[in-house]
């Protein structure tokens, strides 16, 4: 039976992790946090600031759809039609967004 190099290789390291006892684990996942985890999240920070820089903040064109912002009765805090958690840049009222404050 002839066997590529790698696969000798591969069935070596196999052979050799089924008999080896279990010291050492925890040097091979810090080394692999080291190796992997921390480049792996470092490419994610710089990728979501990447994407923020070039994301544009102007406030979409408002579409007045029928089936959203319906106010059956007024909220029961401040003027009665902004929600709790009101924001005006990206929650838009009944009748379009507010006046920009910039």
């Known amino acids: 039976m002839s066997l590529s190099p790698a696969a000798m290789v591969a069935r070596g390291v196999f052979a050799a992790a089924s008999h080896s006892s279990h010291e050492g684990g925890a040097r091979t996942w810090k080394i692999l946090s080291f190796v992997l985890a921390c480049p792996g999240v470092a490419v994610c920070i710089v990728n979501a600031y990447l ?46 967004f507010e006046g920009s404050h910039h």
């Open 51 to 96: 994407k923020a820089q070039a994301h544009s903040h102007d406030q979409p064109d408002f579409v007045k759809y029928p089936h959203l912002r319906i106010r059956t009765k007024r909220f029961p805090w401040g003027d009665g039609n902004h929600s709790l958690f009101h924001n005006s840049h990206t929650n838009a009222l009944p009748g379009g």
